[in-house]
């Protein structure tokens, strides 16, 4: 529990500690990022979700004659009719929420891969500013650090999604377990979240995947407040894609750092 509540004031003092220490400049840099990203998002989500609609309505369509036909035959027709204005507009609504959601669980890993260098900035110098250590720039040691972050992220959201779909086709075969699956995969979502964030100072302990992972699993509690509470916040509309990312960062190395977690106050009993 000890962890867990570093956890969460590490991401509550991170917003302060930014604007202390001079470093609000960098919430312009998602801010730009997330414009250009969302009118991407909207344009494929709107396009992949009209293709798919047009093919259930080419294939899934119930046929219709041409020509009015009267009595009995007419009613069914007027029927089929109904039926399929009916499907058109159920499948453009489920298309849209499985495509978005599936992008959307995509598109956060891109935003965190494409910040990379952003947040291994922050990190850096959070803990620069924490320990008093300089570590002076290296365009080496920046490149590899960014490359990670990358790397992580891309292996975090494929994992992520693996899950995902494993989980998505358990719940279709037993819609009983959907409150459950929602629950876990939030979970899910808020480790991988945290984890990312914590990889940034695993990196500068020149730690390899495994080490990280174990490293991670040691500081768990730590590691799933950060990402619960960069979770809530990325459900924030622009808020939280601007904020969350930034504050995880920096709000790890204020948990993470003896120094840091010194200043905090201690958990109540």
Known sequence: MEGFFRGIQGFGQAFRFMLRHRMGWMFLVPVILWLLFAFGLYQAGSALAGSLQTWGAAHLGLQVPAVDRQGLPGFWDDAKAFLNGARNVVLWIALKLVVFRLIALVGKYVVLILLSPLLSYASERTEEILT????????????????RGMLMAMRNGGVELGINVLVWAITLFLPVLAPLSALFLWLVSCWFYGFSMFDYIHERLRLGLRASVRAARERRG???????????LMKVPLLGMVAAPLLAAVGAVLADT????????????
């Not at 008093?132 to 490149?143: H, I, T």
């Not at 730590?222 to 809530?232: P, Q």
């Not at 003896?258 to 009993?269: D, I, L, Q, S, V």
Request: hydrophobic share 55%.
């Open 258 to 269: 003896p120094k840091a977690a010194a200043t905090m106050p201690a958990p109540r009993p």
């Open 222 to 232: 730590m590691v799933l407040a950060n990402g619960m509470l960069f979770n809530l």
């Open 132 to 147: 008093g250590n300089a570590m002076g720039f290296s365009a080496v040691r920046w490149a590899k650090e960014m490359l």
